[in-house]
């Protein structure tokens, strides 16, 4: 069906578009921006009028339960409340159980994700069996069956030879190594970032050279072999001006922060909030400032959700016993127009971060509006304003450190493939 | 932020940490307390029936024979019905949550829970939980807090230094496990102490601990050096095989307490640990037994004071 979208201020950072423009979908693709295309005629026309048309937004990390954790999630309660966001596109860690460490998994988990329709899912693949770090998969097999970059998520690879052994052998076919820095030793038993507030409440805490010292091993390792190098979810100071200083040097590399760091810090675990229970642990307001810092000189290419859908029983326990991970799916839109907002940050630079950045990193020709492409749209209102309520969220995971918080921006139309799969 | 241990009159609804603790309230407790006990003639603690009818349940997820006898002396001694549970980790590890655990005591009509748990934070979650006429008491959490240690200090101190800000006060050992050393740092502060001290090795001390208004040390006999109080911390085994310590014998060398060190202090300064004692690793038994020491008062004292905050929470008029 073709579709008229009108009258929208439409805002494309790919194409550096921020423009009142429509949009033309024909047989499920952008047919054309601005004018009809010859011979146009609408089966369906949406009315953007005061409403923000960009493209459809992508996630770089999204947990959806699947396969394994199914009392927490389930791919349709995660696949909706994406979609609810507006987000098309996300990438699974492979931190699922089974891991996704065989080509089956990760067969079976894009089959069952591209029966629900509703956003496209970007497996993660294990870069070692069973998440163990000892033995690497078989990333050639994987990358077939739908993989698009291999990571260990959170487990620890503490064999640094092993690390070593990983990214020469992805870099040998060009596949891209995802690591979330972390020093498993230095961690060990931390909950909480290692500063004012956990001396102050009595947590176990994890200091900042876990991340850096981690992070150093990484950027040396990728000088070393050459591998693609992202680093997810960085949470220090310290760590943005090692990944600026590496990015000056030429060296391959890119990374992400979570939602969470743009907003939050240590202060808002108040009296042991389980909801501010997260993996990398909220750290001082110093290192929030860099990250936005990081944010805005490009440093950071990336923002996303870190989606990870926890049962009520997981968190309604001490902060230490309670589960990292927070629900996130539909707050990565109205979080990224509040970070815009306070820091000013013209939305066509800000949208950035969540369509056309992450989407180089996953390798994907998406992420952007231009003529020819996928019609994964994302339509919202700027100007609404709602508060954020557990009850309402569409993801099966009700915590959230957003829990009553106000929020401006909601998604009215996502379109995935030319096809409106949610609107309100 | 709501302070989860006031009610909106700003009265105390839950004891869980001296932090952010009105000074006014924390007087208060002291004050009570001195009703209590009969400081004139040996230290007898008098009987009040003011819980008679109160059920108190001593829920005790992590094992103490000490704290919990002391609640429990303090119960009986206001007429309250009082109920011992050891939890230990038996029922969690029978799958049971910590709030179905709380919600079952509900259940049996708790007026009153006194709480130790090994996790910071686990009072907090259980105050949260309950209805507002149940009111909690924190005996201790993780690293966090142990305010009630922390009040019959500073009972004892003011029965033999009078005022607090006056004081020099040391507090030696393991800063960093210590949810005594915490409620300590807060009373003191809270009540004008001008110079609070902890004295460690590094790798006993939190980060940033001078946050919290104290003056560190890492040698002994300075951070002695004319203090009037002198507060040891317990020091764990467990330190050893963390890397925290090389021996016990080389941190009693170094930070336990011998009349050498203790010479370094004013003449009158008074020794306190919150035991139970190590003697031989942070302290020495001619100081823990010699006329500094006022380790025994406090365990009396503690009585005292658990019956005030009992009284208090309650609501109990005298």
Known sequence: MNIHIRNGRLIDPKNNIDARQDVYIVDRRIAAIGAPPPGFVAGQVIDAGGLIVMPGLMDLAARLREPGYEYRATLESEMTAAVAGGITSLACPPDTDPPLDEPGLVEMLKRRARSLNQARVFPVGALTYGLKGLELTEMNELTEAGCKAFSQAD??????????????????????????????????????????????????????????????????????TGAILHICRISSAAAVDMIRSAKREGLKVSCDISMNHVHLTEMDIGYFDANCRLAPP??????????????LDGTIDAICSNHSP??????????????????????????????AEQERVPLLDALAHVTINPALLLGQKMGHLSVGAHADICVFDANASWKVAPAALRSQGKNTPFNGYEMQGRVRYTLLDGQVVFQQ | MNNPQLNKNGELQHLLSTEGLPVDILRAILDRATTFVDVSDGFEIRNEPLLKGKSVFNVFFENSTRTRTTFEIAAKRLSADVVNLNIGSSSTSKGETLLDTVDNLCAMHADMFVVRHSQSGASHIIARHVAPEIHVINAGDGRHAHPTQALL????????????????????????HSRVARSQIHALTTLGVPEVRVVAPKTLLPTMVENLGVRVFHDMSEG?????????????????????????????????????????????????????????????????????????????????VRMAVMCMLAGAKV
């Open chain 1, 155 to 224: 487990a620890p690879l503490t064999d640094t030879r092993v690390l070593l052994r990983a990214m020469q052998y992805a870099s040998t076919f060009g596949y891209r190594v995802w690591l979330r820095p972390q020093d498993s030793f230095l961690a060990k038993d931390g909950v909480a970032h290692d500063g004012e507030v956990a001396t102050r409440l009595g947590l176990p805490s994890i200091p900042v050279i876990a991340e850096t010292i981690a992070l150093a091993t990484a950027l040396q390792l990728a000088r070393e």
């Open chain 1, 282 to 295: 909220l750290r001082s307001l110093g290192d929030k400032a860099a990250l936005r810092a990081g944010l």
């Open chain 1, 310 to 339: 926890v049962d009520d029983d997981a968190k309604q326990l001490p902060f230490a016993e309670a589960e990292a991970g927070a629900t996130g799916l539909e707050l990565l839109l109205p979080l990224v127009l509040k970070w």
């Open chain 2, 153 to 176: 200090d500073m009972f004892t101190i003011r029965h033999y230094k009078k005022e607090f800000h006056n004081l020099r006060v040391a507090i030696v050992g393991d800063v960093l």
């Open chain 2, 224 to 304: 002695l050096k004319d203090v009037d109080v002198v507060l040891m911390l317990r020091l764990q085994n467990e330190r050893m095989q963390g890397a925290a310590l090389p021996s016990s014998q080389e941190y009693f060398k170094y930070y336990g307490l011998t009349e050498e060190k203790l010479a370094h202090a004013r003449h009158d300064a008074i020794v306190m640990h919150p035991g139970p004692m190590n003697r031989g690793i942070e302290i020495e038994s001619s100081v823990a037994d010699g006329k500094h020491s006022v380790i025994l008062p406090q365990v009396t004292f503690g009585i005292a």
